[in-house]
């Protein structure tokens, strides 16, 4: 079993900055491919962001591509999503997933995380 815990929401005005963390349960995280996605009421998850198991091969929405940036430390069990120059329109709930699969950009990853909100004002 895997648990996940996401981190790093807040209140940020356009063209700020703000950076997510995502920390996973037990010793299998190298063997963790993960992602990030985002979600607003009434709306479709979205996928944001995902990195393979050595971090060495990152893929973007083409929405956030430029802007944010995926990135994990396998020895300290975390993934990150650095996001720059934040629009209104990246306004929602970011969750991080995981699966042992290779899961890209599909929804059906096993595990995810709580979920932390990202408001960015005009």
């Known amino acids: 079993q895997v648990q996940l815990e996401d981190t790093g929401g807040g209140l940020v005005q356009a063209g700020g900055s703000l950076r997510l963390s995502c920390t996973a349960s037990g010793r299998t995280f190298s063997n963790l491919y993960m992602s990030w996605f985002r979600q607003n009421p009434g709306k479709e998850r979205e996928f944001v962001a995902a990195i393979n198991w050595s971090g060495d091969r990152p893929s973007y929405a083409d929405s956030v591509k430029g802007r944010f940036t995926i990135s994990r430390d396998n020895a300290r069990l975390m993934m990150y999503l650095q996001m720059n120059s934040l629009k209104p329109e990246d306004t929602a709930v970011y969750y991080c997933?995981?699966?042992?699969?290779?899961?890209?950009?599909?929804?059906?990853?096993?595990?995810w995380g709580q979920g932390t909100q990202v408001t960015v004002s005009s």
């Open positions: 997933a995981a699966d042992f699969r290779n899961m890209e950009r599909s929804t059906e990853y096993r595990y």
